[in-house]
C-alpha cells in the first residue's frame, strides 16, 4: 500500500533515492518489524498481551449512548467504561465528559498545571519513519551540540525560570550514543530539578546508567500501537521493530527511572484504538509498578520541513478533547501532557479541564534557544526543526495566561534533600 506521508526530497544522491525508492515499493526488501535485533533486550512481560488484546476486540461502533451514560454515572471507570467513552456514541455527551474530567482533575491535581520545556540536542537519525522532519531521508541541516553548547542552551533556558527540561536527540546511537546523553543529563542537574529524556529506545542497564546520570523520567512515543501501520511507517533502522519499542517504558522502570510517559501520535492510524492501547499501557503497567510516575499526551501530527501535507487526518480538535476528557476519567491520577502542537486557545482551554502539564518556549530545532530567548539574530549554526509547533508562547507569556485562568502555574514539586 502506497504510504501517504512520504517526505519528498530533491537533494537525495542517486544511490540514497534507489533505496528509498525500492523500501517504499518492495514491502519484501524491509525487515520484519517484529523482529529483535541484535543488542535489542528481551524482556519477559505480559503487558502486550493484554494491552493488544482489547484493541483488537475493540469494536467502537458497538457501543451506544446508555452505555456512555452508564459510564458517566458510575464513581469508577471500568475498561469497558472507558471503550465507550472512546467511541462516537460519546460525541454528544462532551459537555458532561468535560464537567466529570474537570471534577477529576480538580480532585487529584488541585488547580495546578506544570511546566517544562524540550531541550533538542541532536538531529541526526538512522530512521527512515516517512512522516517526521529528522527522517535519515529528509534533506535537512544536521547538528550535534556539543557539551559547551548544551550547557550553553540549558543555562539560557534556566535563566528565563524554568526548572524542568527533556532532553531530545534524533534516534542515531552513532551520533548520539547514550555516553553523549548521559553527559547532558549531567549538565542537567546543575541547571534544573527535573531532567526528562525523549531519545531512541535502549536495554535496561543503558536506563540504569542515565537514571545515574541524572535523569528522572523516560518519554517514549510508540507512534501507533497498529503494528500493521507501524510497519508501513517505519522502513528502516532500529525504530522498526515495534515490539522492543513497546517495551521501552517498562525498561526504564526496571533501571530505576522515577517515572515513564506515554503516547501514540494520532493521526498515524486509528485514533481511538490508539487512544485505548495508549491508556491501556499505562494502567497495566501502573499495576506491575505501583511506585512510578506515569503520564500520558496526545500529540497529533504536525507539517514537517520538505512536506507541509502532513498533519492529522481524522483527529480533530472536539475528538481530541473527547481524548482527553476520556482519558481523565479512567486514569484520574495520571498527568497528562498538552505540547505546543496544539494551538494556544486549546491548550489554555484544556488545563482547566483534563491537561496537567504544557511545554513553554518551545524550539524543536537545533542550538537556537539564545536567539529565541534573546530575540536577537545568531550568527552561529543551527540544526532544522523536527515539527512546526503551533503554540510559539514564551513562558513568561505562558505563566500570564495561565494565571489569568486562575490557574497556578508550577515549576516544580519535587525538594531534593
Request: hydrophobic share 35%; with cysteine.
Amino acid at each position: 500500500m502506497k504510504n501517504q506521508f512520504f517526505v519528498d526530497s530533491d537533494s537525495l544522491s542517486s544511490e540514497a533515492a534507489a533505496v528509498k525508492h525500492r523500501l517504499e515499493n518492495d514491502p519484501s526488501s524491509r525487515t520484519n518489524h517484529m523482529e529483535y535485533m541484535p543488542g535489542m533486550e528481551v524482556i519477559e512481560s505480559d503487558v502486550c498481551d493484554n494491552v493488544m488484546g482489547h484493541v483488537r476486540s475493540f469494536d467502537y461502533s458497538s457501543y451506544t449512548a446508555g452505555d456512555v451514560r452508564a459510564a458517566l454515572e458510575k464513581d469508577t471507570c471500568t475498561i469497558e467504561d472507558f471503550k465507550a467513552l472512546l467511541s462516537p456514541a460519546a460525541e454528544p455527551f462532551l459537555e458532561r465528559m468535560a464537567q466529570r474530567a474537570r471534577i477529576e482533575t480538580g480532585r487529584h491535581f488541585g488547580n495546578t498545571v506544570y511546566f517544562f520545556t524540550p531541550l533538542y540536542i541532536a538531529n541526526y537519525c538512522e530512521n527512515y519513519c516517512v512522516y517526521c522532519g529528522f527522517n535519515c531521508y529528509n534533506h535537512i541541516n544536521r547538528m550535534k551540540l556539543s557539551m559547551e553548547q548544551i550547557e550553553k542552551e540549558m543555562k539560557v533556558i534556566a535563566d528565563s525560570g524554568m526548572e524542568e527540561i527533556l532532553i531530545l536527540t534524533g534516534e542515531s546511537r552513532g551520533q548520539s550514543n547514550v555516553e553523549y546523553i548521559g553527559e547532558a543529563c549531567k549538565l542537567a542537574r546543575k541547571y534544573f530539578r527535573m531532567t526528562g529524556l525523549e531519545i531512541y529506545p535502549v536495554n535496561t542497564d543503558e536506563y540504569r546508567y542515565l537514571h545515574q546520570c541524572g535523569a528522572d523520567y523516560v518519554t517514549v512515543f510508540q507512534e501507533t500501537y497498529d503494528a500493521e501501520r507501524y510497519e508501513q511507517l517505519h522502513l528502516l533502522g532500529h525504530k522498526r521493530v515495534w515490539p522492543y519499542r513497546f517495551d521501552a517504558q517498562e525498561r526504564a522502570l526496571r533501571g530505576g527511572m522515577r517515572g515513564v510517559a506515554f503516547s501514540a501520535l494520532l493521526g498515524l492510524s486509528d485514533f481511538r484504538k490508539d487512544a485505548l492501547a495508549s491508556a491501556l499501557h499505562v494502567y497495566y503497567l501502573q499495576r506491575k509498578y505501583p511506585y512510578a510516575e506515569m503520564s500520558l499526551s496526545c500529540p497529533r501530527l504536525r507539517p514537517i520541513i520538505n512536506n507541509d501535507r502532513i498533519n492529522p487526518q481524522d483527529v480533530g480538535e472536539k475528538q481530541l478533547c473527547q481524548i482527553l476528557c476520556a482519558y481523565r476519567i479512567f486514569l484520574p491520577y495520571v498527568g497528562i501532557t498538552v505540547s505546543s502542537r496544539e494551538s494556544a486557545e486549546f491548550r489554555n482551554g484544556i488545563v482547566k479541564i483534563a491537561a496537567t502539564k504544557v511545554s513553554a518556549g518551545v524550539s524543536t530545532g537545533i542550538g537556537d534557544h539564545e536567539s529565541k530567548y534573546s530575540g536577537k539574530v545568531s550568527e552561529e549554526q543551527h540544526g532544522d526543526e523536527q515539527f512546526e509547533i503551533n503554540d510559539t508562547r514564551s513562558l513568561k507569556s505562558m505563566y500570564r495566561d495561565i494565571s489569568k485562568e486562575g490557574l497556578q502555574p508550577v515549576m516544580n514539586d519535587y525538594i531534593f534533600l
